[in-house]
């Protein structure tokens, strides 16, 4: 399994925005699907979206156009996720999760998780 | 957006117990659900994939059955290593969506 490693908690403004990463060892990382999937406090787990680095493509919902990039660099096998126009409602674990060879939303390798903090 | 949605909100059971958890789809997604474990301040583990295949590194007493809008988990036998919340999570279509936990304790 590939191990996922994720950058430290962060306290942003509202207004602000905020940019996660997401090292991968352990091979594959081109052409796995990566996903950002986040979890706010007392809350359910959030699909946010995903890359497929190998073909620069993403994909996300509704709600998150417009305000969610998802990169990936392939060189140092990491994904990004950058959230804009933050408000407390983002305030959540982010985590960033890699889907099994059976299906790309079969996560099973997952970050550690960031703790992301909106607060004025 | 497929709804799944889960009971019971959370339980209490004693070691050696059966746990039984399920989980309700607002459409039928035939097979294409998950299960994951997550105990606090850890990473999500999944636990059962598509039909009912237990994830390697989690023991037997781990099952899950079901299709279309009706699905279960269960523990034949709860371990004191088992507490945590379980989610069923939907792979049937765009979006991919999670139920609302159930928080597994003694």
């Not at chain 1, 699907?33 to 979890?39: A, D, K, L, Y």
């Not at chain 2, 299960?35 to 037997?60: M, V």
């Not at chain 2, 007493?61 to 945590?84: C, K, M, W, Y």
């Amino acid at each position: 399994q590939v191990h996922l490693v994720q950058s430290g908690a962060e306290v942003k403004k509202p207004g602000s925005s905020v940019k996660v990463s997401c090292k991968a060892s352990g091979g594959g990382f081109s052409t796995h699907v990566t996903s950002w999937i986040r979890q706010a406090p007392g809350q359910g787990f959030e699909w946010m979206g995903e890359i497929t680095p190998i073909f620069r493509t993403t994909n996300s919902p509704q709600k998150f156009q417009g305000r969610l990039t998802i990169t990936a660099d392939e060189s140092t096998s990491t994904a990004y996720m950058e959230l804009g126009r933050l408000t407390s409602d983002d305030t959540a674990v982010y985590y960033c999760a890699r889907g099994a060879a059976s299906g790309s939303w079969n996560w099973d390798s997952w970050g550690q998780g960031t703790l992301v903090t909106v607060s004025s | 957006d497929i709804q799944l949605t889960q009971s019971p909100f959370s339980l209490s059971a004693s070691v050696g117990d059966r746990v039984t958890i399920t989980c309700q789809a607002s459409q039928g997604i035939a097979t294409y659900l998950n299960w994951y474990q997550h105990r606090p301040g850890k990473a999500p583990k999944l636990l059962i994939s598509g039909e009912s295949t237990l994830d390697a590194g989690f023991p037997s007493r781990f099952s899950g059955s079901g299709s279309g809008t009706n699905f279960t988990f269960t523990i034949s036998s709860l371990q004191p290593e088992d507490v945590a919340t379980y989610y069923c999570q939907h792979f049937a279509r765009f979006p991919p969506t999670f139920g609302p936990g159930t928080t597994v304790d003694f």
